[in-house]
């Protein structure tokens, strides 16, 4: 097997494309061979040493992928060889092939494409938990999407369309709010040239949106906040920007608002069946043409540090996959 290795976490250049070995499973472990993996955020935090997650040295970065299982550890009942899956494992993707734990990948119908598979669990599940669960989105309700053009904020909009919302997508580019007008958002606005405020209280008569989902954080935090509706709900998904807002607390005070922190990974970790009850609504959502990952193109696994700079630029719209 090949694989970018992570032998110094002081950012994208210090990976290494080796070969080693390939990995025999363990107890309760699959091998899968890699035939797609998508990169997220976190791919590029964890490689800088500044992702809450730390694994132990050496690693290969890649939290998601899909390919097809080549062998089964011992007590691995719900997989069999053969079968495609997706997984969600922190680590291992970006490769030829990797060791999963059997438990983390979900097992694909059908007609589901790996590049889309690759791009589908961390984006979803995180928007799903988001919106259904921590925001109790409900038909009818407007939701202000940041950082609407990236994974988890097309996400957003496919799930909150879905749901029955009014969708108000904020991007930094025309070109990304054209995209996000393509896959269902109701209204847009370029927030890099235009004031989020001005905008939000014009496109809502007043009112605000009932729920903002801020995967950005930064500078836009604070008015978003300001302009939330009356019993709005507040998702504090990430932090893209960089910055960590710090917040006026009188702001929730006076709309009665909330500010909801979503952590899918730690959801999923101490819910499990709830998660599992999600990943297969979500899996009827794509077989039903609800949700469908927004590509923003494939790239050859060997071409991995080019994704980074993409990424690296903000120059990502939707999800950017590696395959083999």
Same mark, same amino acid.
């Given at each position: 097997?090949?694989?970018?290795?992570?032998?110094?976490?002081?950012?994208?250049?210090?990976?290494?494309?080796?070969? /080693?070995?390939?990995?025999?499973?363990?107890?309760?472990?699959?091998?899968?061979?890699?035939?797609?993996?998508?990169?997220?955020?976190?791919?590029? @935090?964890?490689?800088?040493?500044?992702? /809450?997650?730390?694994?132990?040295?050496?690693?290969?970065?890649?939290?998601?992928?899909?390919?097809?299982?080549?062998?089964?550890?011992?007590?691995?009942?719900?997989?069999?060889?053969?079968?495609?899956?997706?997984?969600?494992?922190?680590?291992?993707?970006?490769?030829?092939?990797?060791?999963?734990?059997?438990?983390?990948?979900?097992? @694909?119908?059908?007609?589901?494409?790996?590049?889309? =598979?690759?791009?589908?669990?961390?984006?979803?599940?995180?928007?799903?938990?988001?919106?259904?669960?921590?925001?109790?989105?409900?038909?009818?309700?407007?939701?202000?999407?940041?950082?609407?053009?990236?994974?988890?904020?097309?996400?957003?909009?496919?799930?909150?369309?879905?749901?029955?919302?009014?969708?108000?997508?904020?991007?930094?580019?025309?070109?990304?709010?054209?995209?996000?007008?393509?896959?269902?958002?109701?209204?847009?606005?370029?927030?890099?040239?235009?004031?989020?405020?001005?905008?939000?209280?014009?496109?809502?008569?007043?009112?605000?949106?009932?729920?903002?989902?801020?995967?950005?954080?930064?500078?836009?935090?604070?008015?978003? @906040?300001?302009?939330?509706?009356?019993?709005?709900?507040?998702?504090?998904?990430?932090?893209? =920007?960089?910055?960590?807002? /710090?917040?006026?607390?009188?702001?929730?005070?006076?709309?009665?608002?909330?500010?909801?922190?979503?952590?899918?990974?730690?959801?999923?970790?101490?819910?499990? /069946?709830?998660?599992?009850?999600?990943?297969?609504?979500?899996?009827?959502?794509?077989?039903?043409?609800?949700?469908?990952?927004?590509?923003?193109?494939?790239?050859?696994?060997?071409?991995?540090?080019?994704?980074?700079?993409?990424?690296?630029?903000?120059?990502?719209?939707?999800?950017?996959?590696?395959?083999?």
């Amino acid at each position: 097997m090949h694989a970018w290795f992570c032998t110094d976490p002081t950012g994208v250049d210090a990976l290494e494309w080796k070969e /080693q070995p390939t990995p025999q499973p363990g107890p309760g472990q699959v091998l899968v061979a890699i035939k797609a993996a998508s990169l997220n955020f976190p791919d590029l @935090l964890i490689v800088q040493n500044k992702y /809450q997650i730390k694994p132990p040295l050496p690693f290969v970065p890649g939290a998601e992928y899909a390919g097809v299982v080549e062998a089964l550890g011992e007590g691995v009942t719900n997989l069999k060889v053969g079968q495609h899956v997706a997984c969600l494992s922190g680590t291992g993707g970006f490769g030829t092939h990797t060791l999963a734990t059997a438990a983390l990948c979900l097992p @694909l119908p059908a007609g589901f494409p790996f590049t889309d =598979a690759a791009a589908f669990i961390m984006t979803y599940a995180t928007s799903h938990h988001a919106l259904v669960d921590r925001a109790q989105l409900q038909a009818g309700e407007t939701v202000l999407v940041l950082g609407a053009a990236g994974g988890v904020g097309t996400a957003a909009i496919q799930i909150a369309k879905a749901m029955g919302a009014r969708v108000i997508a904020a991007a930094s580019s025309d070109d990304k709010c054209a995209l996000c007008k393509t896959i269902g958002a109701d209204e847009t606005i370029n927030y890099s040239t235009q004031d989020l405020r001005e905008q939000l209280k014009a496109l809502t008569g007043g009112k605000g949106p009932d729920v903002v989902y801020d995967p950005v954080g930064g500078d836009l935090a604070e008015p978003a @906040l300001r302009s939330i509706a009356w019993r709005g709900r507040y998702l504090v998904v990430g932090f893209a =920007a960089g910055p960590i807002p /710090q917040l006026p607390l009188n702001l929730p005070l006076l709309k009665g608002a909330s500010i909801v922190g979503v952590f899918w990974g730690e959801f999923a970790r101490r819910e499990p /069946q709830a998660n599992a009850a999600m990943m297969m609504a979500l899996a009827q959502w794509y077989g039903r043409g609800l949700v469908k990952p927004v590509i923003d193109s494939t790239l050859p696994m060997g071409e991995l540090k080019a994704a980074y700079a993409r990424m690296g630029a903000r120059d990502v719209k939707g999800k950017l996959v590696l395959v083999n």
